[in-house]
């Protein structure tokens, strides 16, 4: 496949800073490495995208562990769906049409049965096809995605899911602050994202580091306690993916 360089992209990124400030923590966060803008999670599989020859500079914080970059944190919705969620994207994310939804559903069925929750939002939830899988089951499930639904986000659910959405996300307090405000009192988040807690020494060759397929803010454990701490809510992890976030108080179910 012929991908050749696109100057636009590579002045949209732009340069970037030797040091920053962590988006979880707060702490100096200096530059720890760099992809190619075509490294996706495919690779590894052997279906990489020829190099495009435009570098994806990733800062690391020393306390919370937290790896992301910010050159994508002045791109508008359009320069995301121009240059990554385009027609190429299927072949970094082929999970992303129907597979992964698929495979959630159940799970997620057992999971609200236990819980005694009746009602969803699917954010972040793409072509929405776990919504439907959902509604034809009798869930109250609806899908949100600010890339593809442009209106307000206005929702008052018993559970959020928000699978593979946070690695996606320049601004991750802003995201998940958004994404709690459409739960109920005593609401839960469920979601998914891959956390690495022990990385390589060079974090940036993980496979999860991919700037071809929207990962741009890769967690610990500690970060993502931390995030959700400063947003009240405490979470349990279910593994290195599955993570449940709660309000304070006795756990819920």
């Not at 562990?65 to 190429?88: C, E, K, M």
């Not at 609401?187 to 990962?215: E, K, Q």
Request: aromatic residues 8%.
């Amino acid at each position: 496949m012929e991908l050749p360089t696109d100057p636009a992209l590579a002045a949209s990124l732009g340069n970037t800073s030797p040091t920053t400030a962590c988006k979880i923590c707060g702490a100096t966060a200096r530059l720890h490495g760099v992809v190619d803008f075509n490294k996706n999670c495919e690779a590894r599989d052997g279906r990489p995208f020829p190099l495009a020859g435009i570098a994806v500079w990733y800062h690391r914080c020393p306390d919370c562990g937290f790896l992301f970059t910010t050159q994508f944190d002045r791109w508008p919705a359009d320069s995301f769906v121009r240059h990554i969620y385009n027609a190429d994207y299927a072949a970094v994310d082929p999970d992303a049409q129907l597979a992964r939804a698929s495979a959630n559903l159940a799970p997620l069925l057992g999971f609200m049965k236990q819980t005694n929750l009746v009602s969803m939002l699917d954010y972040g939830g793409g072509n929405g096809a776990l919504a439907r899988m959902l509604s034809a089951r009798g869930v109250a499930a609806t899908s949100w995605d600010p890339l593809l639904d442009p209106g307000p986000l206005q929702a008052s659910v018993d559970l959020v899911t928000a699978y593979e959405v946070l690695e996606h996300t320049p601004t991750p307090l802003q995201t998940c602050r958004q994404a709690l405000s459409c739960l109920r009192p005593g609401g839960l988040m469920l979601f998914s994202t891959l956390t690495i807690d022990t990385a390589p020494t060079d974090a940036c060759a993980h496979w999860y580091v991919a700037p071809r397929n929207g990962h741009l803010s890769i967690h610990t454990r500690a970060s993502l306690d931390h995030l959700f701490a400063q947003l009240g809510h405490r979470l349990h992890h279910f593994n290195d993916l599955t993570h449940l976030a709660q309000p304070p108080g006795p756990p819920t179910g």
